[in-house]
């Protein structure tokens, strides 16, 4: 037990022996001072952003696209017509959507009255009313000297089909509103 007393007494002593010693010391002092003299690393500048333009949202009037489209009903009352005969020999013309013919002039041969109308890729065209063009199955109804009335046959989005009318104004007079349709 004396042997114990004396373990206890001694033990402290030599923990704080063992922490006094200064060998450790030097060589932390030393690692500080040689971090310290490094030279000072360069800080790059902070990338440029342009400006946030806020985006002014105009299209409130038409339909939300988070929304399912309208049974459309069309200008002739929603009046179901027979579908398109898809047998009919198809005329060049009916390859070109509607938005690109343009009507460019009209001629008279014989008493038959003809629309030239430009497909849009420089090509000119000759037709006359019952002639088809557009890719919506567009029956050429009347021509007069400044447009072209069409008639297409399109789905009604119900299962059945429905006519719109449409028109080709002559080239100079498409910015005019009163001859767009």
């Not at 009919?88 to 009255?113: H, N, Y």
């Not at 006359?128 to 009347?142: E, F, Q, S, W």
């Amino acid at each position: 037990m004396a042997r114990t007393r004396l373990l206890w007494l001694l033990l402290p002593g030599l923990l704080a022996a063992g922490c006094a010693g200064g060998g450790g010391k030097a060589d932390l002092e030393a690692y500080i001072q040689e971090v310290l003299a490094r030279p000072a690393g360069e800080i790059e500048p902070l990338p440029s952003f342009r400006p946030y333009r806020p985006y002014k949202y105009q299209h409130l009037a038409l339909r939300s696209p988070f929304q399912p489209p309208r049974v459309v009903e069309g200008p002739s009352g929603g009046r179901q017509v027979p579908p398109p005969d898809e047998t009919r020999p198809k005329e060049f013309l009916e390859s070109i959507p509607f938005a690109s013919l343009t009507m460019v002039g009209t001629l008279e041969q014989d008493g038959a009255v003809w629309a030239l109308i430009d497909d849009g890729s420089g090509g000119i065209h000759r037709v006359t009313v019952g002639n088809y063009l557009g890719k919506n199955h567009g029956r050429i109804v009347a021509i007069a000297p400044t447009r072209v009335d069409v008639v297409e046959v399109v789905p009604d989005g119900r299962g059945g089909w429905i006519e719109r009318p449409r028109t080709l104004t002559l080239k100079g007079l498409q910015g005019n509103p009163e001859s767009q349709t």
